[in-house]
C-alpha cells in the first residue's frame, strides 16, 4: 500500500467527516476511519482520518485513543499529522484540546505546533485571538449554553492557555495577511519566545490558504477543518474531480434525523413540506417500552419503493426539554439514539442504499449500529457534509433485526425488490446538527441521482 501523506485524528464522528470533506475538495483521496483501524485500507488514499469520540470522555481517555490514532498513522508512513477540533473550540474546563495537543507534541518530539478553529465557509472566524460565530462572539453564539462543553470566554489564547502547561501565543492577522514568510519568521520568533502553541487569526478562506505553504514540514497541526484546505498543496496535489468519484448509488433511499439543532428543525419542515413522506417518534413511548424502531420500519416498508422517507425524534427545545424533563437528559439521548440506530440498520436490510443521517450523536450510533468501519470521502453536498461511501459488511455481520411483521424471508425479498445487493455498498451522508441548507435531504439525493 502506497504510503499516506496526511494522517488525521478527529475528535468526533461528523467532525471528521467535515474534515475528510474539504481535504477532498483540495484534491486529496480520503478514508474515514471509524476508531483506528484493525483492517487494512480498502483504497490507497493521500489522507486518512481516523475518527474519535474523545472530546468529551475524560483527559487521560482522550490522550490515550489519540496516541493509538497517532500510533496507526505513523505505521502507515504519515508525514504530517493533523489534531481536528471543532470550530467552535468545543472543550471542557479540563480539555481536551491542550491535554492532546501536548500529548501529541511529546509523541512527535515537536516543540511547537499551531492552533486555529477557523472556517471561514461555515462563519467561525479568529481575529486578535478571539473566535467568531457569524457576527458574534463564541460566548455569545449559543455555544455557552452548551450542556457538555459551554464556550464562555471568546479569547482562545485564554482559553487554550488553561487547558495547557506549555505557552500559548498568538500569530495574528496582519502577520498571516502578510503569507508565508512572515508567519514563519513569527513562528521563530514565538519559539524564541518559549512559546509551544500559537493560536493564529483568520477571517477568510484566502488567510488559510496564505497559512498553508508556512505549515509545510511542521510535524503537528492542531485545527478545526478550515486549515485543511492549504494543505494538500504541500504534498504537489491540486483539486480533481478524481478525488471525490464514488461508486454510482442504486437503491432505495431514507433520511434518519437524531438532530434538534435549529437547522435540523427547518429541514425536516422543508423535507415533510414538498410532501415526503415523515414519521415522528416519540421517546416517551420508547420509554414505556413500545418496540418503536419496528413500528417504523413496519410503516416504512411499504413506502420506500416510492422515494425517500424521513424517520425523525427532531422537536424544537421547549419538547425536547420536556421529554429531558421526565427521563433525564442522557437517558432520553441513549433511548433515541439506540431507536434510530435499529431503524438505520432495518431500512438497510430492507434495501435502502442512501442514507442521510442527521445529528453528530446519532450519526455514531447509526455507524455503529451498521457496523461500518470505513468511510471512502464523496463530493461535498453543503460545506461540512460530504457524501460518502461504505462497503456493507458480509451480511453474518450485519444480524437481521427481529422483523415487525413477517419474517426474515421477507425482508430478503424487499431487499431484493429494491434492486440493491451488499456489493453495491452504502451511501452516506453524515450531517452534523446545524450544517446544511434548509433543503439539504431532497438536496442531498438530487445530487447522488
Ligand atoms: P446535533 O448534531 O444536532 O447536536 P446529535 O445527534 O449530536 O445532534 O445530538 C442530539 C441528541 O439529542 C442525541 O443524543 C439524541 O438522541 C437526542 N434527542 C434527539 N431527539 C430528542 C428528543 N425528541 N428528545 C430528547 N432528546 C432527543
Known amino acids: 500500500m502506497k504510503k499516506i ?3 488525521c485524528i478527529a475528535d468526533d464522528f461528523t467532525g471528521a467527516t467535515d474534515l475528510a470533506n474539504n481535504l477532498v475538495r483540495a484534491g486529496m483521496r480520503v478514508v474515514q476511519t471509524i476508531g483506528v483501524p484493525d483492517a487494512p485500507l480498502g483504497a490507497d488514499v493521500d489522507a486518512v482520518v481516523v475518527a474519535l469520540k474523545s472530546r468529551t470522555v475524560p483527559p487521560e481517555q482522550a490522550v490515550t485513543q489519540s496516541l493509538a490514532a497517532l500510533g496507526w498513522l505513523q505505521a502507515h508512513g504519515a508525514q504530517q499529522i493533523y489534531f481536528k477540533y471543532c470550530s467552535t473550540f468545543d472543550s471542557t474546563a479540563r480539555g481536551n484540546i491542550g491535554p492532546v495537543t501536548e500529548a501529541l507534541m511529546d509523541a512527535l518530539g515537536t516543540g511547537f505546533t499551531v492552533a486555529t478553529p ?3 465557509d461555515n462563519q467561525r472566524t479568529v481575529f486578535k485571538g478571539y473566535l ?5 462572539l463564541l460566548s455569545e453564539s ?3 449554553n452548551h450542556p457538555l462543553t459551554p464556550m464562555v470566554d471568546a479569547n482562545l489564547v485564554r482559553v487554550l492557555q488553561s487547558q495547557t502547561q506549555r505557552r500559548v501565543g498568538l500569530i495574528e492577522h496582519r502577520v498571516v495577511a502578510r503569507g508565508e514568510a512572515a508567519v514563519r519568521e513569527r513562528m521563530a ?8 502553541v500559537a493560536i493564529v487569526d483568520a477571517v477568510s478562506n484566502e488567510d488559510l490558504l496564505r497559512l498553508g505553504p508556512a505549515l509545510r514540514g511542521m510535524p503537528l497541526v492542531t485545527a478545526g477543518s478550515g486549515v485543511a484546505i492549504g494543505l494538500p498543496a504541500n504534498f504537489g496535489i491540486t483539486p480533481s474531480d478524481q478525488a471525490s468519484r464514488l461508486p454510482p448509488a442504486a437503491g432505495l433511499q431514507a433520511v434518519v ?3 434538534c439543532s435549529l437547522a435540523t428543525n427547518r429541514q425536516v419542515q422543508d423535507f415533510i413540506q414538498r410532501g415526503h413522506p415523515a414519521m415522528a417518534i416519540d421517546p416517551l413511548r420508547m420509554a414505556s417500552g413500545v418496540d418503536v424502531a419496528a413500528e417504523v420500519l413496519a410503516w416504512a416498508g411499504p413506502l420506500l419503493a416510492d422515494g425517500p422517507v424521513l424517520v425523525y425524534s427532531t422537536a424544537d427545545s421547549g419538547d425536547v426539554k420536556a ?4 427521563l433525564g437528559v442522557d437517558e432520553a439521548g441513549a433511548l433515541v439514539e439506540r431507536t434510530l440506530a435499529a ?3 432495518g431500512l438497510v436490510q430492507r434495501g435502502v442504499r442512501q442514507l442521510v443521517v442527521a445529528g453528530g450523536e446519532t450519526s455514531g450510533a447509526c455507524v455503529q449500529a451498521l457496523d461500518i468501519t470505513q468511510l471512502q470521502i464523496g463530493p461535498q453536498i453543503d460545506p461540512g457534509v460530504p457524501w460518502c461511501h461504505s462497503i456493507l459488511p458480509p451480511r453474518p455481520a450485519l444480524p437481521v433485526l427481529a422483523a415487525p411483521q413477517g419474517g426474515v424471508a421477507d425482508l430478503g425479498a424487499a431487499r431484493r425488490s429494491s434492486g440493491a445487493t451488499d456489493d453495491d455498498g452504502l451511501h452516506l451522508a453524515l450531517k452534523s446538527g446545524n450544517f446544511g441548507s434548509d433543503d439539504f435531504f431532497t438536496k442531498a439525493f438530487t445530487m447522488l441521482a
Do not use: I, K, N, W
Open 343 to 345: 431503524v438505520a440498520r
Open 323 to 326: 421529554v429531558q424533563g421526565r
Open 132 to 136: 467568531f460565530v457569524g457576527d458574534v
Open 257 to 259: 434525523s437524531g438532530s
Open 5 to 7: 501523506s496526511l494522517g
Open 189 to 196: 520568533q514565538l519559539q524564541a519566545e518559549g512559546v509551544g
Open 142 to 144: 449559543g455555544m455557552q
Open 118 to 120: 477557523a472556517f471561514p
